[in-house]
């Protein structure tokens, strides 16, 4: 061993003591005939003190930043304490030094603030990682599995792994595939999830599953999407739904307690998906703060069949914009009645960009003394500026916000805005953590471009108990589209559940089909044919005929929950070695071209286009 | 819930109450007027007894083998009491029942002999995995990874996730390879190992890395091997070989006691790459028996340098085929000196089959009043037979054999042959565990086709400390290829070490190399161009340009690992999911044809051969 200490470990205590460290140079302070090191590991700083002794040395040998050192001294009790850190109370006295290797100066600084961009800190993300605040994410990360892995073996599941190299079957994202030498013309795909393995092991009897596992899909990366990523892949046999959510809320809990020291004990709320969608525009709603929406005008819609325009106070024609809309919906702000002109343009310029696309923001202000300002003064009297503030429920004080025009675009950019007001109102806190089940998912969506349905979740999941008969009753063909709301479908609910931490989806899952009629049913009512459901999932419905059991269960982002409990809005530094937004590391310069060679043994060739 | 409890946890203590099971059918035995059934599920079997009123449910509602079923009832005593299982002293008397799903009648019994043959238990790997043989192996490879780590855990190793899709760099087995759709033309590779990953951690100051991580390999598929493995995969930092000899022996030891129960509480041997060679012809000597190897006749070879053949009884000219011969070594086989002629010309045989290769097979019967009878008696009188037997340390009752011809072969097949017998003599124990540290093997081993040197372990490998000199100071290049062993290169002895479990490799690490200049005379000394080596490693050459500390790691094979603890010699049995030997998985039917739409995305056709 190079040391008989790490750079974290010693204390007032060990004054006196001969001692061994090893580690890096983090900062070189001389004074006068003296010099003093910081030295870095894992574990600690502790302080280097070089006597007047040591000089001529240090004159042959200079020491530099990320130089790695070892020294051997003795500890004693500093005279300039440092109570910042556990180290500070004493230094080393250096007897004698070993410059172990030598450190060019590093392209950008090693600390919490570095001056390194994006890119530099990727190309170099060996030195980044040296970084606190990149180092304080990865210990959160092991904290967080080993709490999970922890918490899952205390009640029973079994760690299996299954297997990587496996079948494409393309439904929805893309695989990655792989393309088999010894198999001329095949090729595996890397899974997207062990969503059929862990069946598998339910009909095989393992009862209860869990893996840390990596996923793959080959998608157009978003910011902040890897990938490569992973999951907690969890699997019940003999369970309903409420098993589910008991077992894992307890497992989000657990992590809390683990990981951030929270006594999470309230019961965690679920809120069903028509309930979501209606109150919050989103199924995924972040309930840490209230500021519900108003819906003034909404169509007839499949997930609430409510009809809002007879008694709405923007029933009856005034405002074109409003007359016109297919919906109209709105938020009370609470105490933002003092919003300037300049305030409120700006939020209209915010609701305007692209990524929002609305035409137009209207605004009621309620004033503290009753009264109304409105940028609807034109078209709509005091009376009636009354009546919708007191259907918003807006308080004096408050800001209500108005947006109108085509239903699933509308209700999309109010909740973006709730949760951008929010943000100004400093109502979104990193550290305050709030759990939502949203329920009742729709099982099928509709699919416009193909007049037929698609599973939401996948064509694993189960419909409610009292939706199956509708399942099998029916013929899935949409005959008419303008009327596909009114196919029996449109009302079926999935036997699913998302778990929602602070406005993102942490998990989701669901109670499975196990019944073979049943899942062929799903891949018919998909549009597979009888051949293309065998080909692709034939050793599904094969096991499905030899006692598969009733079973369920639920996958959570591990990287997301990772970066959520650390804080943060990315997941990119919650990651090790992460890939950049073209699907590239840059450290490794990766995807590469390969040789002729390996292209000829796995029997292809580049087709590339012009 | 469909169950109040398992099928494992109904005791005596039970009796009276009313409980809820669910499991599956294991078998339905009627007596009379009364059906037993033993319901199966993990945790264990109960036994249901399904009394005469429900005679008449049963014929509408037949019960079959592997059905799955959920009972209601009360717990009580058995007259007739089975001591074999925990559950044995209680039956369920059923008041109500529900079949939750049929099953079909396996293709094979679900049992610990089952009729079912390999292929057959391959494609309906969901109903094998159901079999006790296999759920235990399952389980205890949980066990062992559940194990391994805790003990890392607590010795303060993190598990930090290291990424799939990275770059091709093939050195020695072929890399499988991902086509980028993103980077047309492009590959990503999946990882051999994590090897530079985790050399880049320690670069940045993790200190303590493990994973338990799926590894690929392209290789011609041997019989027990898979193309996707599992690695325990461990680095350490400011490490010297007995430092991570002690934290894995440790962990090895840890693993046996958590899982087998035992104490393994001697100190594991530690033995030179010489020395194996030498006494066992293999770098992985099974030591829960002695029989070494004894060299009767032996060439000058770079890890002996030593004359055998001067003071050898077979010295002198007398038996042509040991006269012509580069390597003559022998066995005492204890106790077998009275071997028939069928015996001897069974094992001559033995030899002789292609897999061993030799020409025959010489032995000396030392019978136990003296005398010794040999196959040699033409060509060696009494006292020369007797000089050999000295030498090979036989006893009276033991039966020497001995093989002649090229030293590696000759080597091997005695090897070979020593294991043969041993297992024909009771000696590999499956419960019996012995480690065995191998240490100081060459660094770099000859490749006769290219005139040039290979990395024995991987060209990351430190050379022992007092060997960098000569690596640094010698240019690499061969000029006499004939003289190979003269070249200093081939006397370097590598900073590397093995782990031996009952004669299997169970994992294999070393102290690797931290400095740039010899990482890049290491490159160069593999033949790559300076080019090459930026354009495969710049990453991990530029990370030693910022302060590398010395590391170190191991790796083991977590398959095998399971298997010996299992007392199995096929990792296929402690794998979920494996393959076959051409790597298919045949459940799956994968690898599989993809459709021409994927493609086209990723710019590569096929390119069959005629």
């Known amino acids: 061993m190079f040391r008989s200490h790490t750079c974290g470990e010693l204390r007032i205590t060990h004054a006196g003591e001969a001692v061994t460290l090893a580690g890096w140079v983090q900062t070189v302070r001389k004074?006068?005939?003296?010099?003093?090191?910081?030295?870095?590991?894992?574990?600690?700083?502790?302080?280097?003190?070089?006597?007047?002794?040591?000089?001529?040395?240090?004159?042959?040998?200079?020491?530099?930043?990320?130089?790695?050192?070892?020294?051997k001294g003795k500890v004693s009790e500093r005279s300039n304490k440092n109570k910042n850190i556990p180290t500070g109370e004493i230094e080393i006295k250096v007897e004698t030094f070993s410059i172990l290797n030598k450190s060019a100066v590093p392209p950008f600084t090693i600390q919490d603030d570095t001056d390194g961009g994006d890119d530099l800190r990727m190309k170099y993300r060996?030195?980044?990682?040296?970084?606190?605040?990149?180092?304080?994410?990865?210990?959160?990360?092991?904290?967080?599995?080993?709490?999970?892995?922890?918490?899952?073996?205390?009640?029973?599941?079994?760690?299996?792994?299954?297997?990587?190299?496996?079948?494409?079957?393309?439904?929805?994202?893309?695989?990655?595939?792989?393309?088999?030498?010894?198999?001329?013309?095949?090729?595996?795909?890397?899974?997207?999830?062990?969503?059929?393995?862990?069946?598998?092991?339910?009909?095989?009897?393992?009862?209860?599953?869990?893996?840390?596992?990596?996923?793959?899909?080959?998608?157009?990366l978003r910011a902040d999407r890897q990938p490569?990523?992973?999951?907690?892949?969890?699997?019940?046999?003999?369970?309903?739904?409420?098993?589910?959510?008991?077992?894992?809320?307890?497992?989000?809990?657990?992590?809390?307690?683990?990981?951030?020291?929270?006594?999470?004990?309230?019961?965690?709320?679920?809120?069903?998906?028509?309930?979501?969608?209606?109150?919050?525009?989103?199924?995924?709603?972040?309930?840490?703060?209230?500021?519900?929406?108003?819906?003034?005008?909404?169509?007839?819609?499949?997930?609430?069949?409510?009809?809002?325009?007879?008694?709405?106070?923007?029933?009856?024609?005034?405002?074109?914009?409003?007359?016109?809309?297919?919906?109209?919906?709105?938020?009370?702000?609470p105490g933002c009645s003092e919003y300037s002109r300049k305030q409120t343009d700006e939020l209209t310029e915010w609701v305007k960009r692209p990524q929002i696309g609305m035409k137009g923001l209207a605004f009621i202000k309620c004033n503290v003394d009753g009264s109304f300002k409105s940028s609807m003064d034109k078209f709509y009297d005091a009376a009636k500026l009354k009546a919708i503030a007191e259907t918003c429920n807006a308080k004096p004080g408050d800001l209500i916000l108005l947006l109108a025009g085509n239903e699933e675009r509308t209700r999309k950019?109010?909740?973006?805005?709730?949760?951008?007001?929010?943000?100004?109102?400093?109502?979104?806190?990193?550290?305050?953590?709030?759990?939502?089940?949203?329920?009742?998912?729709?099982?099928?969506?509709?699919?416009?471009?193909?007049?037929?349905?698609?599973?939401?979740?996948?064509?694993?999941?189960?419909?409610?108990?009292?939706?199956?008969?509708?399942?099998?009753?029916?013929?899935?063909?949409?005959?008419?589209?303008?009327?596909?709301?009114?196919h029996p479908y449109a009302n079926i609910k999935a036997n699913a559940y998302d778990i929602v931490l602070n406005g993102n989806e942490i998990g989701?899952?669901?109670?499975?089909?196990?019944?073979?009629?049943?899942?062929?049913?799903m891949f018919a009512a998909l549009g597979m044919s009888k051949e293309e459901s065998q080909h692709k999932f034939g050793f599904l419905l094969g096991a499905f005929e030899y006692g598969a059991p009733p079973h369920g269960g639920i996958a959570f982002g591990f990287d997301r929950l990772c970066a959520i409990l650390g804080g943060s809005e990315s997941i990119r530094d919650f990651i090790a070695f992460p890939k950049n937004n073209s699907g590239r590391d840059v450290m490794l310069d990766a995807p590469s071209s390969i040789d002729d060679k390996q292209l000829e043994e796995l029997s292809i060739k580049l087709d590339m286009k012009k």
């Open 31 to 71: 004074f006068g005939a003296i010099t003093f090191v910081d030295l870095r590991d894992r574990y600690g700083i502790t302080q280097l003190l070089f006597g007047e002794d040591l000089n001529s040395q240090l004159e042959i040998q200079p020491l530099g930043r990320e130089f790695v050192l070892q020294i």
């Open 126 to 220: 060996y030195l980044d990682l040296r970084r606190n605040a990149v180092k304080r994410n990865l210990e959160l990360r092991y904290a967080v599995s080993r709490s999970a892995r922890n918490y899952l073996h205390e009640n029973g599941f079994y760690d299996i792994e299954t297997p990587f190299l496996i079948k494409s079957t393309p439904e929805g994202a893309r695989d990655f595939v792989v393309p088999s030498r010894m198999n001329a013309g095949e090729f595996y795909a890397l899974p997207q999830s062990p969503q059929t393995f862990k069946q598998l092991l339910m009909v095989s009897g393992y009862d209860r599953y869990y893996q840390i596992v990596k996923c793959f899909r080959d998608e157009d």
């Open 228 to 333: 490569e990523f992973t999951q907690i892949d969890c699997e019940m046999s003999f369970v309903e739904q409420d098993d589910i959510i008991n077992m894992f809320e307890g497992l989000i809990k657990r992590i809390f307690k683990d990981v951030k020291g929270i006594d999470y004990t309230d019961s965690v709320e679920r809120m069903t998906w028509e309930d979501a969608m209606w109150n919050y525009g989103n199924d995924k709603p972040d309930i840490r703060f209230d500021m519900k929406i108003t819906n003034l005008k909404f169509p007839l819609h499949v997930f609430r069949k409510e009809d809002i325009l007879s008694n709405s106070p923007v029933a009856a024609p005034a405002f074109q914009v409003f007359d016109n809309a297919e919906t109209v919906v709105a938020i009370a702000v």
């Open 413 to 486: 950019a109010m909740s973006e805005l709730r949760l951008e007001m929010a943000k100004r109102l400093g109502l979104r806190k990193n550290d305050d953590f709030k759990l939502l089940w949203v329920l009742d998912f729709p099982l099928f969506e509709y699919d416009e471009e193909n007049n037929r349905w698609v599973a939401r979740h996948h064509p694993f999941t189960s419909p409610k108990p009292s939706d199956i008969d509708v399942m099998i009753a029916n013929d899935p063909v949409i005959h008419d589209a303008s009327k596909y709301l009114e």
């Open 508 to 521: 989701g899952g669901s109670i499975r089909i196990y019944q073979k009629e049943l899942q062929e049913k």
